[in-house]
């Protein structure tokens, strides 16, 4: 069935260093989906990627989607605290909203 | 946007018993809501779609009569863990597509429910 890969497992940074978080998956996805953790709440949307090799902004982060649409990553430039939290990828299994969830990466942030 | 409530937020058992976990939206219709468990450190795993009117359909290794689903109006889903043993700790979140996009999003989480099983 559809997986989705994620990398690093665990992220470490000194605030201000940027930080990175990839997904890969063997096959074609026809979205990514990125969403933000933090310690004891449920995900929380930031972003959908559905063209072959957009690149979305938001703010410090930014959310690309490889050309073959198998892989996708999520980029914080200088970190701060407040971004402290697990980041998962995610990719939608049909149009009924079944979500695949990549294994996450927990970014902590030291001031 | 699309809201999506659970309830109880937090729940202590003794094994044995049962839980019922329920799910609701509350601004909007959702025939489709889904369960996830997530375990410490680990990711959401879907453990099955909730149809509504209809019978779940659970994903793979899920035991049909440990989780049971039901989907009894178009705003409520409830997940009941029967016999629960510690082994079924864990925090379980319920996710229902929205109408329509909302800040972009098209699926929203309720903010789950954290079962311990003592």
């Known amino acids: 069935g559809q997986q989705v890969m994620q990398i690093p497992q665990y992220q470490h940074v000194q605030e201000g260093e940027d930080f990175t978080t990839y997904c890969n998956s063997s096959?074609?996805?026809?979205?990514i989906q990125w969403y933000k953790q933090r310690p004891g709440g449920h995900p929380v949307f930031l972003i959908q990627l559905v063209k072959s090799g957009e690149v979305k902004k938001q703010k410090r982060l930014t959310f690309q989607f490889g050309e073959a649409k198998k892989n996708s990553s999520l980029h914080i430039t200088a970190t701060q605290t407040t971004d402290v939290g697990t980041y998962f990828c995610a990719s939608l299994y049909n149009q009924g909203g079944k979500l695949i969830f990549g294994q996450g990466t927990e970014l902590s942030v030291k001031p | 946007g699309a809201v999506v409530s659970q309830h109880p937020s937090r729940v202590i058992c003794k094994s044995g018993t049962s839980v019922k976990i329920e799910c609701r939206s509350l601004?909007?219709?959702?025939?489709?809501m889904f369960w996830y468990r997530q375990f410490p450190k680990q990711s959401l795993m879907l453990m099955a779609t909730?149809?509504?009117?209809?019978?779940?359909?659970?994903e793979q290794g899920v035991e049909k009569d440990k989780f049971l689903i039901n989907h009894a109006s178009l705003t409520l889903s409830t997940l009941t863990v029967t016999s629960a043993h510690p082994e079924d700790s864990s925090f379980y979140i319920c996710?229902?597509?929205?109408?329509?996009?909302?800040?972009?999003?098209?699926?929203?989480f309720g903010p789950g429910t954290r079962l311990t099983v003592l």
């Open positions: 909730s149809n509504e009117g209809s019978k779940a359909t659970y």
């Open positions: 601004d909007f219709q959702a025939t489709t």
């Open positions: 096959t074609t996805l026809s979205n």
């Open positions: 996710s229902a597509r929205g109408p329509e996009p909302s800040g972009g999003a098209l699926t929203f």
